[in-house]
């Protein structure tokens, strides 16, 4: 039983009625929540890359994070910081990225075969 409201997951404890909202559960389970699939769109070395890419992206209220950024900060060259976006927008990150002279290494605008977990 769970809250259509509130989503509060009541399990079998018993419960009809939510009690922060007071009113009436229904059976089963909340649905999932809806996450946002992120996609990478390229990777870089380069720390001077990532700042700029942050720029444009911040000004553009792109969703987006680097995945190991940190790594980047630690271990330079070891691994590159790659660029994740919501999978909605990689074509609009890909076309704000596409006239940048970058250093990129690896550079691949194209689609990435990895699954990456977050
Ligand atoms: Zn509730």
């Known amino acids: 039983m769970f809250c259509p409201r509130c989503k509060d997951d ?3 404890e018993g419960h009809t009625r939510c009690v922060d909202c007071g009113i009436d559960l229904v ?3 909340p649905p999932e929540p809806e996450y946002i699939k992120f996609e ?3 990777s870089t070395y380069n720390p001077l890359d990532v700042a700029l890419i942050k720029s444009i992206l911040d000004g553009e ?3 987006y994070y680097f995945h190991g950024e940190n790594f980047m900060v630690i271990r330079p060259l070891v691994e590159p910081a790659r660029l994740m976006v ?3 927008e990689v074509e609009t990150v ?3 990225l596409k006239d940048l002279r970058l250093t ?3 550079l691949n605008l194209s689609k990435s075969e990895e699954e990456e977990e977050d």
């Open 10 to 12: 009541y399990g079998d």
């Open 94 to 96: 890909k076309e704000l």
């Open 40 to 42: 990478q769109v390229l």
């Open 61 to 63: 209220g792109i969703v």
């Open 86 to 88: 919501d999978q909605r």
């Open 104 to 106: 990129f290494t690896g």
């Open 27 to 29: 059976p089963g389970h």
